[in-house]
């Protein structure tokens, strides 16, 4: 089955810019989506289809999707920005399912 | 607004089956254009997709959980319901109903609020 890896964690200072991959077996082929999960609630889209940003997200967040791995980009972090993301993707390439990456704790430092 | 809000037993006894509903309300799960899904997550763990449905009935399931789960659609009363069996304490997880358009590649673009399960006798 298809696995998607995130590294377990990422930490950044206030106002710098955090990076979180998503390694996936030809991942540039598929439409990686990002979640953000805060602690105690429910995921949130933050990036859809690699790069588009879903209504009432700050621009500071941006995704892309090229070479061995998707990338989440959050500039100019702020303490709210602390929260696991999540990336997902469509496998077709066996068992057809809707997978998650593992997760990506971002620590703001 | 649309508002999904998952209600179920908070425990379940091993080899048992675990059933959750999902309501939702802002909107109608009979759109044609959308399909609702459940997605769980044990606790301090990952994201795991157990399976998706549209308002005809329509479903398909994570193949590693295919043999346990049925998922089906009660336009009726404009919710979606969860069927697990033979449940052991690996099922225990928060469980959240989540909407999709339709397409295989589609993200999850509204969630609930997710309700826990433990599976202890």
């Known amino acids: 089955s298809y696995v998607l890896t995130q590294p377990p964690s990422v930490s950044v200072a206030p106002g710098e810019t955090a990076r979180i991959t998503c390694g996936g077996d030809?991942?540039?082929?598929?439409?990686v989506h990002w979640y953000q999960q805060r602690p105690g609630q429910a995921p949130v889209l933050v990036i859809h289809y690699n790069s588009g940003r879903p209504s009432g997200i700050p621009d500071r967040f941006s995704g892309s999707n090229s070479g061995t791995a998707a990338t989440l980009t959050i500039r100019r972090v702020e303490a709210g920005d602390e929260a696991d993301y999540f990336c997902q993707v469509w496998d077709n390439t066996g068992d057809l399912r809707r997978v998650f990456g593992g997760g990506t704790k971002l620590t703001v430092l | 607004q649309l508002q999904l809000q998952e209600s179920g037993p908070g425990l379940a006894k091993p080899s048992e089956t675990l059933s959750l509903t999902c309501t939702v309300s802002?909107?109608?799960?009979?759109?044609?254009?959308?399909?609702w899904g459940w997605i769980r997550q044990p606790p301090g763990k990952g994201l795991e997709w157990i399976g998706s449905v549209y308002y005809s009935g329509s479903s398909y399931y994570n193949p590693s959980l295919k043999s346990r789960v049925t998922i089906y659609a009660d336009t009726s009363k404009n919710r979606l319901s969860l069927d697990l069996s033979s449940v052991t304490a690996a099922d225990t997880a928060i469980y959240y109903c989540a909407r999709h358009a339709t397409g295989d590649q589609a993200p999850f673009d509204s969630w609930g609020q997710g309700t826990l399960v433990t599976v202890s006798s």
């Open positions: 030809d991942i540039r082929s598929k439409s």
């Open positions: 802002g909107g109608s799960i009979s759109k044609s254009s959308h399909f």
